[in-house]
């Protein structure tokens, strides 16, 4: 469903045209956020990068939120409800709507916990609204996955492993970006006769010390957070890493 009462802004307006006029298409990737769990100072790192790097597009590469309530992980039982944790991830993606009012959102498995749990027990989807609906970010678009440049973006569910981005070069053909990884953030290249592709693990902007992630406290590698760029039309990726004082 589409919130029809409302009306981009002047400013929203022109970053469209500015988006749709530019001849060099470069890609902000903002890593998981996990919402309402994300890192303090993530946003303006994020931002910062976005201007560094004469950004023209972002793209949300998945697990937007957390739906920690109804997580497959072990829960809080003292942490938030599930209204509270969804009203207080609204709160905290506003600021990112207010800087980013256009861009792309990988659906990402955590994402998508709320719809498995409904299809699992019976519920048709005409009992779901639209990500943005629930949300409160029209100018998103939420799908699977996005190719701009040859290059595929997605969330990454299911891999695993050093070099998960990279082996999944060979089932798209291209390169490719994604996140679900919270402890990788790299670049891998392949270059053969007929062409040269990448596989970048974006790194995330999750608050590692939320009870949301105490699952993952007794990992022998930590969170890195970090946000990458693809620059010049899909043909240079850069990581950038969130300095540790910030």
């Not at 972002?58 to 072990?74: K, M, T």
Request: hydrophobic content about 35%.
């Amino acid at each position: 469903m589409t919130n029809k009462q409302y009306r981009l802004s002047p400013e929203e307006y022109s970053i469209i045209q500015k988006h749709r006029e530019s001849t060099t298409r470069n890609i902000l990737v903002i890593g998981d956020l996990h919402a309402p769990f994300i890192k303090k100072g993530y946003l303006e790192h994020c931002k910062e990068v976005y201007s560094k790097y004469n950004c023209n597009q972002v793209i949300f590469i998945g697990d937007l939120i957390d739906n920690h309530y109804s997580s497959y992980h072990e829960t809080d039982p003292d942490g938030f409800s599930a209204g509270e944790e969804l009203d207080r991830a609204i709160s905290h993606l506003q600021p990112w709507y207010q800087a980013f009012p256009v861009a792309d959102v990988c659906i990402g498995n955590h994402d998508a916990i709320v719809c498995r749990k409904a299809l699992s027990s019976g519920i048709s989807n005409k009992w779901i609204r639209d990500y943005d609906e629930v949300l409160g970010t029209p100018g998103w678009t939420f799908d699977d996955h996005f190719i701009y440049d040859n290059v595929y973006y997605n969330h990454g569910t299911g891999s695993s492993g050093l070099k998960a981005a990279y082996n999944r070069m060979g089932n798209w053909g291209m390169s490719v970006v994604q996140g679900h990884l919270h402890t990788e953030s790299s670049i891998m290249w392949k270059v053969d006769r007929d062409r040269r592709c990448f596989a970048v693990q974006t790194g995330v902007g999750v608050d590692d010390k939320s009870y949301a992630m105490a699952y993952a406290k007794n990992f022998t590698k930590k969170y890195i957070i970090s946000c990458a760029v693809i620059l010049d039309n899909g043909e240079i990726p850069v990581v950038l890493p969130q300095h540790l004082g910030k």
